[in-house]
């Protein structure tokens, strides 16, 4: 069964950065939007970013906005997470989604909306 896979996740410093990718084998990502989440054991699963499937509409939740950018490439089947000025509360395990979602422009960070996840890839951020 097809499934999506997050890497780039690791241990860094506060205000340092990593980028995290997601991507499959099993199928075209290109008519899906994609999320991003993570999730804490002190605040559950959270949608940060998601970008919609021709990459033209983005979204960003308040804590992550201004320093996380979302970008995609449909030719490589990969959507990244470009972290930047990270701080020890985005410290959670990332994980991608993915919503068959062929709307022009249109995301949504609601996780109720993605059909299919990947493991998740562990992000510390700690001195």
């Known amino acids: 069964q097809s499934q999506l896979e997050e890497s780039g996740g690791g241990l860094v410093q506060p205000g340092g950065s990593l980028r995290l990718s997601c991507g499959t084998s099993?199928?075209?990502?290109?008519?899906?939007?994609i999320g991003w989440f993570r999730q804490s054991p002190g605040k559950g699963r959270e949608g940060i970013s998601c970008?919609?499937?021709?990459?033209?509409?983005?979204n960003y939740a308040d804590s992550v906005k201004g320093r996380f950018t979302i970008s995609r490439d449909n030719a490589k089947n990969t959507v990244y997470l470009q972290m930047n000025s990270l701080k020890p509360e985005d410290t959670a395990i990332y994980s991608c989604?993915?919503?068959?979602?062929?709307?022009?422009?249109?995301?949504?960070?609601?996780?109720?909306?993605?059909?299919?996840w990947g493991q998740g890839t562990q992000v510390t951020v700690s001195s």
């Open positions: 989604a993915a919503n068959w979602s062929p709307v022009p422009g249109i995301c949504a960070l609601d996780k109720g909306r993605y059909a299919v």
């Open positions: 099993g199928f075209s990502l290109d008519a899906f939007a």
């Open positions: 970008i919609s499937y021709q990459g033209d509409g983005r």
